[in-house]
């Protein structure tokens, strides 16, 4: 790893020290925290102090935390267990609003809800540069308010760092008494996140996005929103999520929660300002690449404000007559490791649903490379990388669209 630069932390990020510590610390304490005894009472502390820790970084009780798998577990928990509950009480909530560009998390539950238990999709479009207009929100709730189980939005996008007018958009829901979950995922630790101001329902952060370990998250939901689980067992974590708890990773994520906390302010200004360097390099360099996402704020403006518009570790292009993955497997021969920043299915490269949603055409969108920074990213790393692209990029470029025409495809 040592000379390798790692420039996917949107992916997952390095795990730090502090919380390697708090990981092995618990495991050699052990127990399980639902346990009466000493050593289940001890795990059970442990586990209490990381749910303060995570309920003072995101500004909420701890008793709103649910400790759930991850992310992905605490969006389904959320979208699945509001629309079980809002249309078990009034079978009329069939609707649910979500953004077009949403993390799979969300719109996948979401799509089983319609493909099993009658839900509706209504979609929120996005602009060319990936922001929801809350007025469009309000517009899609006012066609039948009573209608509308839930709303989701997430806070910032994975894929090119557009932070959402989350509160706004609650506000709205709120009106009508709507629900409102958003996935904070790739928000939490990268910039100011405050549940109780925000006004929504629901919320679902993720521990290694922030420097803890993998496998584990939560849920934050106020007291007053009912869920119904979609783990059945022992009833653990405020009855909606069952499942031994697991005290190590907790104990890791907590103080992952605290670093991030504490470190908030300086890390978001100083990853901004590199990544704005590295930006304006491409910009300068690269006439074929253009910068997908909201306009990232200047190093001035970063300086007064912190970011506002775009994650600060964000920097996301499509270059123009290449194809992502060429560029992500040259880079990664070259030693630095990028991505094209959605998944392949099964395999298979498939342009972002991000890149579509936003209007890119689909050939365009093919050409998508993401760089994420993070808390061990440096200027060295910056400059590795505007080092190796000239070979990757020509050599990409070179190779260019070919291997996925409908032609080749044909043949091979
Ligand atoms: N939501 C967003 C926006 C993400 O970026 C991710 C991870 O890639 C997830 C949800 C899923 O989180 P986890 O990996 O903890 O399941």
Redesign the pocket.
């Known amino acids: 790893m040592a000379d390798r630069v790692y420039l996917d932390h ?3 990020t390095d795990v730090l020290e502090p919380v390697m510590q708090a990981v092995l610390e618990q495991m050699r304490i052990g127990g399980n925290p639902s346990s009466l005894h000493g050593a289940g009472r001890r795990a059970r502390a442990t586990v209490e102090a990381a749910r303060e820790q995570v309920a003072r970084a995101v500004g909420c009780d701890s008793a709103e935390v649910i400790f759930t ?7 389904n928990l959320a979208v699945k267990g509001l629309f079980y509950q809002r249309n078990g009480a009034d079978s009329r909530r069939t609707r649910v609003l979500l953004s077009t560009i ?5 719109s996948e539950a979401a799509e089983w809800l319609e493909a099993h238990d009658g839900a509706e999709l209504e979609w929120i479009e996005v602009d060319a540069s990936g922001m929801i207009d809350p007025a469009e929100v309000r517009a899609l709730i006012e066609k039948a308010p009573e209608s509308v189980a839930l709303v989701t939005a ?5 894929e090119m760092g557009a932070i959402q007018p989350i509160a706004a958009i609650a506000e709205i829901a709120a009106e009508y008494g709507i629900p409102m979950h958003t ?5 939490f630790g990268a910039i100011p996140v405050n549940f109780r101001d925000s006004g929504v329902a629901t919320m ?1 952060i ?4 922030i420097g803890g370990p ?4 939560a849920l934050i939901a106020t007291r007053t929103t009912a869920l119904s689980p979609v783990l059945h067992g022992g009833g653990q974590e405020r009855s909606v999520r069952s499942g031994t708890i697991d005290a190590a990773s907790i104990a890791g994520f907590g103080a992952a929660a605290a670093w991030a906390a504490e470190h908030l302010e300086t890390e978001s200004r100083r990853i901004a300002t590199l990544r704005n360097r590295l930006i304006n390099r491409v910009r300068e360099e690269y006439p074929a690449a253009t910068l997908r996402g909201p306009e990232p704020e200047t190093d001035l403006e970063i300086m007064k404000h912190g970011p506002t518009r775009r994650l600060p570790n964000n920097a996301h292009f499509t270059f123009a007559g290449c194809e992502g993955d060429s560029l992500l497997f040259l880079l990664d021969m070259a030693g630095i490791e990028t991505s094209t920043g959605s ?1 392949c299915n099964a395999g298979v490269p498939r342009p972002s649903h991000v890149l579509l949603a936003m209007g890119v055409p689909e050939e365009t969108a093919r050409g998508a490379q993401r760089f994420t920074l993070g808390h061990s990213t440096t200027d060295a790393d910056i400059e590795a990388l505007l080092n190796a692209l000239p070979a990757a990029y020509a050599q990409a470029s070179s190779a260019g669209l070919a291997a996925h025409t409908p032609e080749a495809s044909r043949w091979h």
């Open positions: 949107a992916a997952t798998s991850g992310g992905t577990e605490a969006d949403e993390h799979h998390a969300v997430m806070w910032a996008n994975n996935d904070a995922v790739q928000a679902a993720s521990g290694h996005k993998m496998g584990i998250g998944a």
